[in-house]
């Protein structure tokens, strides 16, 4: 059992991973198109929905989806629920590993085959989320304590660099006045999604409290504001665009002059690359959770620990597929269209969640 | 089962020791400037010339044994020359270290943008790389071995930087810089000019001013000094007065440099600069004691002398219808009318204005009075 602290751990992680995960780009190409205007509608409604969703799954002490589910809605659909969300957490870790592979050809060695880079990371996932629930958080907890340090390191130097143009920001946030776009509020509304990990994570909570709940607009609007703001700074208004990954040249435009190494690109790099991994393994232990919930039967006995394989041998084949038919271009897209349907499927979730608290208050 | 897998792992992972195809380091030169021309053969004048200066690594990097190796190649485009220079080598030619950038005049007068495109879009190349105009080519200024140089390249490097010397002519441009600086609107590339000075000197005391391709004018050392004054902080630098009946250098401790838009509305703008500073008296050339009086006298001097300055390089960077300093782009910033403020900043451009206030305090004598 693990305090309720952790939930913010949680959305953190999911906060912190965004520029992996493609949301700088959807904010990049739609900066004069409505950028700024979603960033402040998505604050709105991802903390609208981090409430609803705590709110709901508060009721439901000590259980996951898949006990939710089954206890409440018709098993047939809690069945296609569950396959259909299981699926859904995987490809989110899936894009996120595919993400990093391509980071790491482009800036660490473009020599290395993209196999052996995928082989890795699929190897320490697949080890990695099989562990219980428990010691993943607290994993989470401690990489979060080591890593968020030198993040914010980083960005004081990217702030206090007389390069860094605040003309461009200013002429960035004129464009505030524009009709938001769904792109761009799916992408945004990404960095208040780690609350959906409750979705497994609820078995451990002894309960869940909210306290400083103020902290999540405040610190979701900031994180946004700098995930879109400071590679404008540096490559102006229009260059943004050009680079592809607009938050690794950023890391390589600041200098660190007096340290070891004077590129911030190998210390970001490193630094995403334990973000990355870990909440890969956070996506996909949600995910292997939840297909093994699909399994449940009625009473709660859950398939055994060696039916994790069977799930985690053939979504892994899956990622090495996907990757053999991405380009650079395709996985913009393919992140971009996980981001738009993302946001649905967690306003479907929410709506399944009231129903569910509606049909379990009725029962009991 | 358990053991199976932990033999399946091994057996996997064994696979990916080889498969790194890494080269160690005394398989590497080290690139570690690029100094880019035009051929002089006027049958090749849209060729490029390539010359790479290369550090191999050695032992003891305190010796001055440390030969560079410098490469010059002629091709159709940048990538090509450089194949043909990797077969002149014996080593893996690495471009991670690459510290600057020289574009050769001929270079310059022409088109930069396929060097700025290439050198932001290969991997290996950081962004955090010195660009800077060499003259009278830039293979003279790569080659150019001073005898201060202890490490290949080393005498370029730290000159465009800050690390060695911090001289007020000096005005450091990443290549980041240079590369959001050719695709904004309202903000035009600068480059620090290298010369070569035979037999073995670099000289870096002026700055390139470009409209989006091509070099447009030249600020002279002064210009460039005051330039520094105006767009940085804190500025290194002593300056010399001579007024009537005084005539005295002062150095400064500590500046700064704020401007502002005004107007816009009716067709008219001025450009306010506030310039302040402060400092202390380096030499006294009438040899008359300083009072607080006469301090106080030179102060004002000197303020004055800078509006003077200052506003004649404004003026002078207006003529050229450029924009260094980003003018355009605060003018932009400030006005929420985006559909219209293109249109509205060129139209007020050649009628600007400049005023530059001043407020220049000398503080203290230095060790005499």
């Given at each position: 059992?693990?305090?309720?602290?952790?939930?913010?751990?949680l959305?953190?992680?999911?906060?912190?991973?965004?520029i992996?995960?493609?949301?700088?780009r959807?904010?990049?190409?739609?900066?004069?198109?409505g950028?700024?205007?979603?960033?402040?509608?998505?604050?709105?409604?991802?903390?609208?929905?981090?409430?609803?969703?705590?709110?709901?799954?508060?009721g439901?002490?000590?259980?996951?989806?898949?006990?939710i589910?089954?206890?409440?809605?018709?098993?047939?659909?809690?069945?296609l629920?569950?396959?259909?969300?299981?699926f859904?957490w995987?490809?989110?870790?899936?894009?996120?590993?595919?993400?990093?592979?391509?980071?790491?050809?482009?800036f660490?060695?473009?020599?290395?085959s993209?196999y052996?880079?995928?082989?890795?990371?699929?190897?320490?996932?697949?080890?990695?989320?099989?562990?219980?629930?428990?010691?993943?958080?607290?994993?989470?907890?401690?990489?979060?304590f080591?890593v968020?340090?030198?993040?914010?390191?980083?960005l004081?130097?990217a702030?206090?660099?007389?390069?860094?143009n605040?003309?461009?920001?200013?002429?960035?946030?004129?464009?505030?006045?524009?009709?938001?776009?769904?792109?761009?509020?799916?992408g945004?509304?990404?960095?208040?999604s780690?609350?959906?990990n409750?979705?497994?994570?609820?078995?451990?909570?002894k309960?869940?409290?909210?306290?400083h709940?103020?902290?999540?607009?405040?610190?979701?609007?900031?994180?946004?504001?700098?995930?879109f703001?400071?590679?404008?700074?540096?490559?102006?208004?229009?260059?943004?665009e050009?680079?592809?990954y607009s938050?690794?040249?950023?890391?390589?435009?600041?200098?660190?002059?007096?340290f070891?190494?004077?590129?911030?690109?190998?210390?970001?790099?490193?630094?995403?690359?334990?973000?990355?991994?870990v909440?890969?393994?956070?996506?996909?232990?949600?995910?292997l959770?939840?297909?093994?919930?699909?399994?449940?039967s009625?009473?709660?006995?859950?398939?055994?620990?060696?039916?994790?394989?069977?799930?985690?041998?053939?979504?892994?084949?899956?990622?090495?597929?996907?990757?053999?038919?991405?380009?650079q271009?395709?996985?913009?897209?393919?992140?971009?269209?996980?981001?738009?349907?993302?946001?649905?499927n967690?306003?479907?979730?929410?709506?399944?969640?009231?129903?569910?608290?509606?049909?379990?208050?009725?029962?009991? | 089962?358990?053991?199976?897998?932990?033999?399946?792992?091994?057996?996997?992972?064994?696979?990916?020791?080889?498969?790194?195809?890494?080269?160690?380091?005394?398989?590497?030169?080290?690139?570690?400037a690029?100094?880019?021309?035009?051929?002089d053969?006027?049958?090749?004048?849209d060729?490029?010339?390539?010359?790479l200066?290369?550090?191999?690594?050695?032992?003891?990097?305190?010796?001055?044994?440390q030969?560079s190796?410098?490469i010059?190649?002629v091709?159709?485009?940048?990538p090509?020359?450089i194949?043909?220079?990797?077969?002149?080598m014996?080593?893996?030619?690495?471009?991670?270290?690459?510290?600057?950038?020289?574009?050769?005049?001929?270079?310059?007068r022409?088109n930069?943008?396929?060097?700025?495109?290439?050198?932001?879009?290969?991997?290996?190349?950081q962004?955090?790389?010195?660009?800077?105009?060499?003259?009278?080519?830039?293979k003279?200024?790569?080659q150019m071995?001073t005898?201060?140089?202890?490490?290949p390249?080393n005498?370029?490097?730290?000159?465009?930087?800050k690390?060695?010397?911090?001289?007020?002519?000096?005005?450091?441009?990443?290549?980041?810089?240079?590369?959001?600086?050719?695709?904004?609107?309202?903000?035009d590339?600068?480059?620090?000019?290298?010369?070569?000075?035979?037999?073995?000197?670099?000289?870096?005391?002026?700055?390139?001013?470009?409209?989006?391709?091509?070099?447009?004018?030249?600020?002279?050392?002064?210009?460039?000094?005051?330039?520094?004054?105006?767009?940085?902080?804190?500025?290194?630098?002593?300056?010399?007065?001579?007024?009537e009946?005084?005539?005295?250098d002062?150095?400064?401790e500590?500046?700064?440099?704020?401007?502002?838009?005004?107007g816009?509305?009716?067709?008219?703008a001025?450009?306010?600069?506030?310039?302040?500073?402060?400092?202390?008296?380096?030499?006294n050339?009438?040899?008359t004691?300083?009072?607080?009086?006469?301090?106080?006298?030179?102060?004002?001097a000197?303020?004055?002398?800078w509006?003077?300055d200052?506003?004649?390089?404004?003026?002078?960077i207006?003529?050229?219808?450029?924009?260094?300093?980003?003018?355009?782009?605060?003018?932009?910033?400030?006005?929420?009318n985006?559909?219209?403020?293109?249109?509205?900043?060129k139209?007020?451009?050649?009628?600007?204005?400049?005023q530059?206030?001043?407020?220049?305090e000398?503080?203290?004598?230095?060790m005499?009075?």
């Amino acid at each position: 059992m693990v305090s309720s602290k952790y939930i913010y751990y949680l959305f953190l992680m999911n906060a912190l991973i965004n520029i992996i995960n493609f949301v700088p780009r959807v904010l990049v190409f739609t900066r004069f198109h409505g950028a700024l205007p979603s960033i402040f509608l998505s604050t709105f409604i991802g903390t609208l929905l981090f409430f609803g969703f705590t709110y709901t799954i508060k009721g439901f002490k000590g259980q996951g989806l898949p006990e939710i589910f089954n206890a409440t809605l018709p098993r047939f659909f809690s069945f296609l629920l569950l396959i259909l969300y299981a699926f859904f957490w995987f490809m989110a870790g899936i894009i996120t590993m595919l993400s990093f592979v391509d980071i790491t050809l482009r800036f660490i060695s473009p020599d290395i085959s993209s196999y052996a880079v995928i082989l890795g990371f699929l190897l320490l996932t697949s080890i990695c989320c099989r562990l219980s629930s428990e010691s993943i958080l607290y994993a989470l907890e401690t990489l979060l304590f080591l890593v968020t340090p030198i993040i914010v390191y980083m960005l004081v130097k990217a702030f206090i660099n007389p390069a860094f143009n605040w003309d461009a920001v200013m002429q960035v946030v004129t464009f505030m006045w524009t009709r938001p776009k769904y792109v761009s509020l799916a992408g945004a509304t990404f960095i208040f999604s780690g609350y959906f990990n409750l979705a497994i994570f609820n078995r451990n909570f002894k309960q869940i409290k909210t306290r400083h709940f103020w902290m999540i607009p405040v610190v979701g609007l900031m994180i946004l504001l700098v995930t879109f703001l400071v590679p404008v700074g540096y490559h102006g208004t229009i260059g943004v665009e050009e680079h592809v990954y607009s938050w690794f040249s950023t890391a390589d435009s600041i200098r660190m002059e007096l340290f070891i190494i004077e590129r911030v690109l190998f210390l970001f790099y490193t630094t995403y690359l334990t973000l990355a991994l870990v909440s890969t393994v956070l996506h996909w232990h949600v995910g292997l959770e939840l297909f093994k919930g699909a399994f449940q039967s009625k009473e709660g006995k859950k398939p055994g620990k060696k039916m994790d394989w069977w799930v985690l041998v053939p979504f892994s084949a899956a990622t090495i597929i996907i990757m053999n038919f991405l380009d650079q271009v395709r996985l913009g897209q393919l992140g971009q269209w996980f981001l738009n349907i993302r946001f649905l499927n967690e306003l479907l979730l929410m709506g399944v969640m009231f129903y569910a608290k509606g049909r379990s208050a009725k029962k009991t | 089962m358990k053991k199976g897998i932990c033999c399946l792992l091994a057996i996997l992972l064994s696979g990916t020791l080889s498969g790194c195809q890494f080269k160690d380091i005394d398989k590497r030169s080290f690139v570690l400037a690029i100094g880019i021309d035009r051929p002089d053969d006027p049958k090749k004048r849209d060729q490029f010339e390539v010359t790479l200066k290369m550090g191999i690594p050695e032992g003891d990097p305190t010796k001055r044994s440390q030969e560079s190796v410098v490469i010059t190649e002629v091709a159709e485009s940048v990538p090509e020359a450089i194949r043909l220079a990797k077969s002149k080598m014996d080593k893996e030619v690495d471009f991670s270290h690459c510290k600057a950038l020289i574009y050769g005049e001929s270079l310059v007068r022409n088109n930069i943008t396929p060097i700025v495109d290439w050198s932001s879009r290969r991997r290996d190349i950081q962004l955090i790389m010195y660009c800077a105009v060499g003259m009278p080519n830039a293979k003279e200024v790569v080659q150019m071995q001073t005898k201060s140089e202890r490490l290949p390249g080393n005498a370029l490097i730290l000159g465009l930087g800050k690390e060695g010397t911090e001289s007020p002519y000096i005005k450091t441009v990443y290549s980041y810089d240079l590369k959001r600086r050719v695709t904004e609107r309202g903000l035009d590339p600068i480059m620090p000019i290298v010369e070569a000075k035979h037999p073995d000197m670099l000289v870096i005391d002026k700055l390139a001013l470009f409209n989006k391709k091509k070099m447009v004018t030249v600020l002279s050392p002064e210009e460039t000094r005051i330039y520094n004054l105006l767009t940085s902080h804190n500025l290194r630098s002593s300056f010399r007065v001579d007024a009537e009946g005084t005539s005295f250098d002062y150095n400064l401790e500590a500046s700064k440099s704020r401007y502002r838009i005004q107007g816009g509305k009716d067709g008219k703008a001025v450009i306010q600069y506030t310039l302040s500073g402060r400092a202390v008296l380096e030499e006294n050339t009438v040899g008359t004691s300083v009072t607080g009086p006469v301090m106080r006298g030179y102060s004002k001097a000197a303020g004055e002398k800078w509006k003077k300055d200052g506003e004649q390089l404004l003026k002078k960077i207006q003529a050229t219808g450029l924009d260094p300093i980003g003018w355009g782009l605060r003018y932009y910033s400030r006005n929420w009318n985006n559909a219209t403020e293109q249109e509205d900043w060129k139209r007020l451009y050649p009628n600007l204005e400049f005023q530059v206030k001043a407020d220049m305090e000398i503080k203290y004598t230095g060790m005499i009075r």
